[in-house]
């Protein structure tokens, strides 16, 4: 098998051109066989096109490079796939819209073949560049049939059997079995031709009820069966044999007699033909008739022509010229002598003028072709060449001089030339439409190209449901969180990097950051709600709710301050620190605006987990009591308390450090190990009770009381509040007396502020508002 992939692949160099259609067929036994994927698999390791128009001419190297990669596929040789292609060809060729015409090629399997040719013929006026097989029966004295197969095209012979064998099935109800005898460069034709005779062998089918009937009698019975047919037989032509035929009136055994004689065949194979002793037809009469004619003996010297074929080839009406002077024989190609003609006598034959043989005004105008039947006349020892102008369209008609007046009334080309060109008119519009077609494929790819893209930046902006609803056209409802854990983190000295560095420089550290940060919130699977300047938000639990939050974001704290360290300081050229805070609680959520809706938290968790991160340390994770309370318990971080703190609105407040994971290497939270991620054990059963809707009213009471709970909180910022207990975070309802508006700027109003702040860092520079919280 590899050795023929290897000959194959060496025929190639002697392959011409094909059209799409064999492709698409090709393509369609993939797809119909082996599935869509198969067929996409097939294209790409071959390296060629996703689609083939009908009537546009490819190499044949595209054809062999498919079949090459179907045999290593499939593993399967050459042969099976040829086969397999044969017979799905025949199948394809009829739901192409050629059944009727296949069907009536031939009344047997023979007959067929030997029309092959013919029907080639036909379709070379539309397919003009098709360069199709030809084949010759040849029927042995011993009885044996032998069909001859010829291409241009080398070691896809395979494929004839494959054929034959569904033609026989389907239009004759019968089984073939090929058998290769030779396989040459034939001699009998010009060129060096691939030259396959098989010899076929062809057996009917039994039908069930002749096949019942044999299994039920005996064999006595079947004899006399038999021997009754016989004698019914011999009874039935002693009768009608006798009877006299008249012209007037026919009795009921003439009717018998002329369909049916001892059984056999019809009126069409008891027929026998009746001769004139004289041929009634003159000579100028008969060139008249006829022409295109050509008359020439076994020596190829013209004895006589048509008068038309005189008119365009003026040198024939030489005495003794040969045939081969003017003349080249096209298809099929054989040898211009008689025993080669003879050979293919049931071939149709194409012959085209020699242009140097023309007078000199007609030799810049294309050649002439003809194309018709070769007779051989035994008694005159001369072969007559019936044929017409081979002929697409008007346009060669005019091309050549002709006119549609010098064709015989009798004969088809008229027809056939004005049949054509209505077509081709029709194959240049289904080109056009095959292209438009093409181009809208493409065109539809590319916008599903960019609408994956629109969905990807989308689904960057929202939550995937979110914008699934905003993509159809609802409205998105708010939603309360009964718990969730936000995660804020700054760099250090940011405002100070900003006042010393390019933009360009600041915009390509926060990239390097953020780009960091992006890919631990897939890892540890946290929303990411937005980033303004140097500060990043997260939450877990929102908007999908889990258990396991406050572990996710912890883990999603460690992994960040360790991606921080990577991404140096353009100033110093040290790596950059930031301050990262935790806080746990129940929050609102919802989607705000139009023109660029944002998914938003509201509530005061929100404000708290800001001022942990605002009153944080650099490359400390700072978590607030109530974040503590949920992860202490599960004994898989280690934390460190800081103690007592004055926190900006809240009072004095106890705070603590998250130094590491116990469980986890920082590998494993960086998600650097392959096949490996932190894995968190989810809590589903009361998931779908954690989301409640808020209506559009509720909204709007939260938004109204904001202004007024701004002021509450200024007058009572300077009092000592002592944090609520953990079991405040499963409230059903946040309490409306904390409604505040959050920003981003620092929870101090001045730089005298901060001095209980480590080191005085802080991002005293943004001032933009974050989102509205409770």
């Not at 896809?156 to 059997?161: A, F, Q, R, S």
């Not at 009092?719 to 499963?730: A, G, I, R, V």
Request: aromatic share 8%; with cysteine; charged share 25%.
């Amino acid at each position: 098998m590899r050795v023929y992939r290897i000959q194959l692949w060496n025929y190639s160099r002697w392959f011409g051109k094909m059209y799409g259609f064999i492709n698409t067929c090709l393509k369609s036994l993939v797809i119909e066989r082996f599935g869509e994927e198969t067929w996409e698999n097939l294209r790409l390791m071959a390296g060629v096109q996703e689609t083939f128009m009908t009537y546009e001419i490819y190499d044949d190297i595209i054809t062999l490079r498919l079949v090459q990669e179907a045999c290593k596929m499939l593993d399967v040789s050459s042969e099976v796939v040829l086969k397999l292609f044969g017979e799905y060809f025949f199948s394809f060729c009829k739901m192409s819209g050629y059944d009727t015409m296949l069907r009536t090629l031939g009344g047997n399997l023979v007959e067929f073949i030997e029309n092959l040719d013919a029907l080639h013929s036909y379709l070379a006026l539309s397919y003009e560049a098709m360069n199709a097989p030809s084949f010759r029966v040849e029927r042995m004295d011993d009885g044996r049939i032998l069909l001859h197969y010829y291409s241009d095209r080398k070691g896809l012979y395979h494929i004839v059997p494959g054929i034959i064998e569904a033609v026989a099935k389907d239009f004759f109800d019968s089984e073939v079995t090929m058998t290769i005898l030779n396989q040459s460069e034939e001699d009998e034709r010009t060129g060096k031709k691939e030259h396959v005779v098989f010899h076929m062998v062809q057996k009917e089918k039994v039908t069930k009820r002749k096949a019942q009937t044999r299994q039920n009698n005996s064999e006595e019975e079947i004899l006399e069966v038999k021997k009754d047919k016989e004698e019914t037989m011999r009874r039935m032509k002693a009768r009608y044999a006798n009877l006299q035929l008249c012209p007037r009136k026919r009795s009921p055994w003439e009717l018998v007699r002329s369909i049916v004689m001892l059984g056999q065949g019809n009126l069409r194979q008891s027929f026998t033909p009746s001769y004139p002793k004289t041929l009634w037809i003159e000579e100028q009469a008969f060139c008249n008739a006829f022409p295109f004619h050509i008359v020439f003996d076994s020596d190829l010297v013209v004895k006589h022509t048509g008068v038309n074929i005189q008119k365009f080839v003026p040198g024939l009406q030489t005495a003794g010229i040969r045939l081969d002077e003017y003349f080249t024989i096209v298809h099929p190609e054989v040898i211009f002598n008689i025993q080669s003609i003879k050979k293919f006598i049931n071939s149709q034959f194409v012959l085209k003028t020699r242009r140097e043989m023309l007078p000199e005004v007609q030799q810049n105008q294309p050649t002439l072709k003809l194309r018709g039947q070769m007779m051989w006349m035994e008694s005159l020892n001369c072969m007559i060449y019936l044929c017409s102008p081979k002929l697409r369209s008007l346009q060669e008609l005019e091309e050549r001089g002709l006119h549609l007046a010098d064709i015989a009334q009798h004969d088809t080309t008229r027809d056939l030339i004005l049949l054509n060109q209505q077509r081709l008119a029709e194959i240049e519009l289904s080109n056009q439409l095959e292209r438009k077609k093409e181009e809208l494929r493409i065109l539809s790819r590319n916008l599903e190209i960019e609408k994956q893209k629109s969905e990807k930046l989308l689904y960057a902006m929202l939550p995937t449901h979110v914008a699934n609803q905003l993509k159809e056209g609802k409205r998105v409802e708010a939603g309360e969180f009964k718990v969730c854990t936000i995660l804020f983190s700054d760099v250090v000295t940011f405002t100070n990097i900003c006042a010393a560095c390019e933009p360009i420089q600041i915009v390509n550290m926060l990239n390097a950051m953020y780009s960091r940060f992006d890919r631990l919130t897939s890892i540890h699977n946290v929303y990411k709600v937005e980033t303004i300047g140097d500060a990043y938000m997260v939450v877990g639990g929102v908007p999908v709710p889990t258990n396991t939050h406050a572990e996710r974001v912890a883990n999603f704290a460690l992994g960040m301050r360790i991606a921080a360290r990577e991404v140096t300081n353009p100033i110093t050229g040290q790596p950059i620190q930031i301050r990262v805070g935790l806080h746990t609680g129940p929050v609102l959520a919802g989607v705000v605006g139009e023109k660029m809706p944002r998914y938003c938290l509201f509530g005061d968790t929100v404000n708290t987990a800001s001022r942990m991160e605002s009153h944080g340390v650099p490359d400390h994770i700072h978590v607030s009591p109530f974040t503590f309370s949920v992860i202490k318990d599960k004994g898989i971080f280690e934390m460190a308390e800081r103690g007592e703190i004055e926190v900006k609105g809240k009072g004095l407040m106890r705070t603590y450090f998250l130094l590491k994971n116990l469980q986890k290497s920082d590998e494993q939270i960086m998600g650097l190990v392959d096949g490996e991620m932190c894995v968190y054990q989810e809590d589903l059963e009361e998931e779908t009770d954690d989301l409640k809707e808020v209506s559009p009213e509720d909204m709007n009471a939260v938004l109204k009381v904001e202004e007024d709970a701004h002021k509450e909180v200024a007058e009572n910022g300077n009092n000592h509040t002592s944090p609520p207990s953990p079991s405040s975070l499963h409230s059903d309802k946040s309490s409306s007396d904390h409604l505040i508006q959050f920003d981003i700027t620092p929870a101090y109003d001045s730089p005298n502020d901060f001095k209980h702040l480590h080191n005085g860092h802080h991002s005293d520079g943004i001032n933009t508002k974050f989102c509205s919280i409770l």
